[in-house]
């Protein structure tokens, strides 16, 4: 079983919509949680990070994180054209390790 | 700061070789880590240090990989000997332990691997 699990994709929406990436992991004590977004022939950079179960919002993007259902996720509100990207879910082990998911591209279309 | 600084960007070799990847990680950060990323596998983590000690290195795909760290600003990746499925982009990041709290990883901008 991989660490960390995301929606195979791809995902597209129309412009202006919402945006749902979904992810699920295996170690039950992990602590620290992240997006991070890549986009084509660039580096992964952080966008949002989550370490208490609930909601955390930051402009158009609420990330959402249940601890009990193993279970993270990303809403991107209002779906913009440069928001195509691929959506990167990880997380930090207390063994200090970074682990991530496979990605979920997402396309916003016009 | 200037960031994590990859050397090469680009490097185009021929089967057999010995490829060296560089990296310089952000002054203060304790933990280094070394990434793999292409499209059929996406991002592995090939192996981690924390304070210039290696510490998990099942990523390593096999004993053609190799990794250093001689001191808290350089580490290499060096693959000898290459072959064509060593391919890919090859990411160092870095970040800091924090109070449990942070951990945010910062990425270079990668090295693209082509071996012919």
């Known amino acids: 079983q991989k660490e960390v699990e995301q929606n195979s994709g791809p995902l597209s929406v129309p412009e202006g919509a919402i945006a749902s990436l979904n992810c699920t992991y295996s170690?039950?004590?992990?602590?620290?949680f992240f997006w991070y977004r890549q986009y084509s022939g660039k580096s992964p950079e952080l966008i949002m990070s989550?370490?208490?179960?609930g909601d955390k919002e930051d402009g158009r993007f609420t990330a959402q994180l249940n601890k009990a259902s193993q279970y993270v996720s990303l809403l991107i509100r209002d779906s913009q054209p440069s928001d195509s990207a691929t959506y990167l879910c990880?997380?930090?082990?207390?063994?200090?390790?970074?682990?991530f998911g496979d990605g979920t591209t997402l396309t916003v279309k016009p | 700061d200037a960031g994590v600084i990859q050397s090469p960007r680009h490097e185009v070799t021929e089967m057999g070789q010995e490829v060296t990847l560089r990296c310089k990680p952000i002054?203060?950060?304790?933990?280094l880590f070394w990434y793999r990323q292409t499209m059929m596998r996406g991002l592995e983590l090939l192996i981690y240090?924390?304070?210039?000690?290696?510490?998990?290195d099942s990523g390593m795909p096999e004993d053609r990989f190799s990794a250093k760290m001689p001191n808290a600003s350089f580490s290499t990746l060096k693959i000898q000997p290459s072959e064509p499925r060593d391919s890919a982009v090859y990411f160092c990041?870095?970040?800091?332990?924090?109070?449990?709290?942070?951990?945010?990883?910062?990425f270079g901008e990668g090295s693209r691997l082509t071996v012919l």
């Open positions: 990880a997380l930090n082990t207390n063994a200090g390790k970074s682990t």
């Open positions: 170690d039950r004590v992990s602590q620290s």
């Open positions: 002054s203060g950060h304790d933990y």
């Open positions: 989550i370490y208490s179960n």
């Open positions: 240090f924390n304070n210039n000690v290696p510490i998990d």
């Open positions: 990041a870095s970040r800091v332990r924090g109070g449990g709290y942070t951990g945010e990883l910062f």
